[in-house]
C-alpha cells in the first residue's frame, strides 16, 4: 500500500469548490505530519501551494492566493487542500508530500479538470 | 529572486553514467538543504535524494542507494548529481529544488533519457 494515495482524477465547474484528498496509509497519523502541496501545469515544473500540519502550523506559499487552503481529516487520516471559487487556470495536477521516514515522499497527484 | 538552472541531461545508454549540476542564485545557498526529485514521462513526482546545508548528511531513495551520489560545492552555489549504472527506468525529467521546509522552489528540469 503506498504511503499517500490520491484520487486520480477529479472534476468541478468554475466558482465552485474543490476538495482534494491525500490520505496516509494505515498506522501513519496524519496529524503528527507537515502536508505539503504542489501544482504543475502541463510542460512546467511543479509549484509550491502551501504547508499544513495543524491552524497554528500552517505556511502559504509565496504569491499564492488565499482561495488555496490546506486542511485534515483525522477521521478519514488524510490532509486536504480546498479550492474555493474554481477558475479555468486551476485545472492542473496537484501533489501531496510528507517527510517520512528519512525521505520525502509525493502522492501519485490527482488531476483537476474544471468544466 | 531565486532562480536554479539545471543542466547535464541528454541521451545515455543502459550501464552508463550521467552527473547533473543546478546552479543556484538569488539566495545564500549554504544555508538551505537541497533535493532532486524526478518525473518521469507521463508519470508523478519522485524524490530522488537530499543533501544537508554542508553536506554531512544525505539521504537517498531506495531505487537510487548505490547508484546515485548527490553533492554540493557551496562555494560555486551548486549541486549536482552522479547517476551511475543508469537503467531505462530512471529515464525522467530531474529538477533541482530547494528544501528548507517542503520544496518552495523548483527550478525548469533537466531530461535524462536512457536507452539503446
Known amino acids: 500500500q503506498a504511503v499517500l494515495t490520491q484520487p486520480s482524477s477529479l472534476s468541478a465547474s468554475p466558482g465552485a469548490s474543490a476538495s482534494l484528498t491525500c490520505t496516509l496509509r494505515?498506522?501513519?497519523?496524519?496529524?503528527?505530519?507537515?502536508i505539503y502541496w504542489y501544482q504543475q501545469k502541463p510542460g512546467s515544473p511543479p509549484q509550491y501551494l502551501l504547508r499544513y500540519k495543524s491552524d497554528s502550523d500552517k505556511q502559504q506559499g509565496s504569491g499564492v492566493p488565499s482561495r488555496f487552503s490546506g486542511f485534515k481529516d483525522a477521521s478519514a487520516n488524510a490532509g486536504i487542500l480546498l479550492i474555493s471559487g474554481l477558475q479555468s487556470e486551476d485545472e492542473a495536477d496537484y501533489y501531496c508530500?510528507?517527510?517520512?521516514?528519512?525521505?520525502?515522499?509525493f502522492g501519485g497527484g490527482t488531476k483537476l479538470t474544471v468544466l | 529572486e531565486v532562480q536554479l538552472v539545471e543542466s547535464g541531461g541528454g541521451l545515455v545508454q543502459p550501464g552508463g553514467s550521467l552527473r547533473l549540476s543546478c546552479a543556484a542564485s538569488?539566495?545564500?545557498?549554504?544555508?538551505?538543504?537541497m533535493s532532486w526529485v524526478r518525473q518521469a514521462p507521463g508519470k508523478g513526482l519522485e524524490w530522488v535524494a537530499n543533501i544537508k546545508q554542508d553536506g554531512s548528511e544525505k539521504y537517498y531513495v531506495d531505487s537510487v542507494k548505490g547508484r546515485f551520489t548527490i553533492s554540493r560545492d557551496n562555494a560555486k552555489n551548486s549541486l549536482y548529481l552522479q547517476m551511475n549504472s543508469l537503467r531505462a527506468e530512471d529515464t525522467a525529467v530531474y529538477y533541482c529544488?530547494?528544501?528548507?521546509?517542503?520544496?518552495?522552489?523548483w527550478g525548469q528540469g533537466t531530461l535524462v533519457t536512457v536507452s539503446s
Open positions: 494505515s498506522g501513519i497519523n496524519v496529524g503528527t505530519y507537515r
Open positions: 508530500m510528507i517527510w517520512h521516514s528519512s525521505a520525502w515522499v
Open positions: 538569488g539566495f545564500t545557498f549554504s544555508t538551505y538543504w
Open positions: 529544488t530547494r528544501t528548507p521546509d517542503g520544496a518552495d522552489y
